[in-house]
């Protein structure tokens, strides 16, 4: 099995597990587009190959949060369409125009810097108007929508492709949750009426949006977490029927794994790690796992009891995680030996431990837990896209 150059930590990232994901919400959506978010390095899994991998299977163009993320595909020699997600100013609109990305607007003054940049270079640059429809993050009023769709529309040096909003709790199962989303989409849908001619493009659905709301879909649906096999929120996995059918068939993209760099036997109440804060119940076995919170896994992964796989059975930590590495209590007379793979994400043997299991013992969401998995270990690609 690959791994890192000189670490005995890695990242593995499954192309074939993401090309079967970009295939099945392509398919949900269908016949909106896929746009795969790659933004933050692909939720950690790395943008480049993820967005070629993402390409081949049937997405359609790429978005990316910041102009730096653009660029980097872009330089990578990426030619597919990439959206940036929010409005940028002045200096980086001039970078976002030269490497022909697709501008998000949702100001007078944003929109202004944009057509300054493209025509000094020469060049129209690509338009997606944003709305803000009640996420309240960014994006124009649904009232001042129109004007500023028009005014854009208007200025030669600028091709107003889409319209598009954000929905802020399309992965919500409450009634609540899904009269805001029905009303997000109402008031999207009154600015769309105003508008002569409609815009090529409208799209308001993230993952959730996608997989649970078909008057989302538009022409376009923006997925980041589904790609990358995590369902946006567990309850939505979890209720039966068609969504959680499509959020199940989903599969993991990236595991989280190391070799075991020493193995020591221990007495029964031996405390391992900082602050002696777990005694081990027997004497047993226990193993030096060269990754820590430096790399993403957090500290308090201790406290939350998560277990790590090792021999193909759940062990539990031994004390608390540092820096660089973690300890693991592997029981009584356990057969470990230094360079046996321990998976911390990921699946051995009949065990899996998912980002979403993390997610839930940490209490936030696996956005948060794939996102935080460090630049420090390598990644190492495999599956048919694989190169
Ligand atoms: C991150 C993001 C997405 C993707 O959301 P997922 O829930 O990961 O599918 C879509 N649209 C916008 C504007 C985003 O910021």
Known sequence: MAEGRTRAAWVEV??????????????????AALCAVVKADAYGHGAVQVARTALASGAA???????DEGLELREHGIDAPVLVLSEVGPDAAEVLVRARLTATVATRQGMEALAGSARRAGTRARVHVKVDTGMHRAGVAPEEAPALV????????????????HLAVADGTTADD?????????????VVAA????????HAANTAGAVAWPAARYDMVRCGIGLYGCAPAPAMASEGGEVAAVLTSL???????????SVRELDA?????????????????????????????????????????????????????TMDQLMV????????????????????????????????????ISYEVLCGIGPRLPRVYCGAGAR
């Not at 597990?17 to 016949?31: D, E, G, I, S, T």
């Not at 899904?178 to 009154?190: H, N, P, Y």
């Not at 793979?341 to 839930?360: C, F, K, S, T």
């Open 269 to 321: 109440g031996e405390r391992p790690s900082y602050g002696r804060r777990r005694a081990l119940p027997e004497r047993g076995v226990v193993a030096t796992v060269p990754v820590g919170y430096a790399d993403g896994v957090p500290r308090r992964l201790f406290d939350t009891g998560s277990p790590v796989l090792v021999g193909g059975r759940r062990r539990p930590l031994a004390g608390t995680v």
């Open 178 to 190: 899904r009269a805001f989303t029905a009303l997000q989409l109402e008031r999207f849908d009154e």
């Open 14 to 31: 499954d192309l074939d597990a993401l090309a079967h994901n970009v295939a099945v919400l392509a398919r949900r959506a269908a016949p």
């Open 61 to 67: 163009g790429l978005a990316v949060a910041i102009v």
């Open 150 to 165: 028009h005014a854009a529309a208007e200025e030669p040096a600028l091709r107003v492709e889409a319209v598009w909003t």
């Open 195 to 202: 508008l002569a001619p409609r815009p090529r493009l409208l």
């Open 251 to 261: 599969r993991p993209v990236l595991s989280l794994k190391a070799r075991v760099s």
């Open 329 to 364: 209590d592997c029981g009584p007379s356990a057969a470990v030996s230094p360079g046996d793979e321990v998976v911390l994400i990921g699946r051995q043997g009949d065990e899996e431990i998912g980002a979403g299991d993390w997610a839930r013992l940490l209490g936030t």
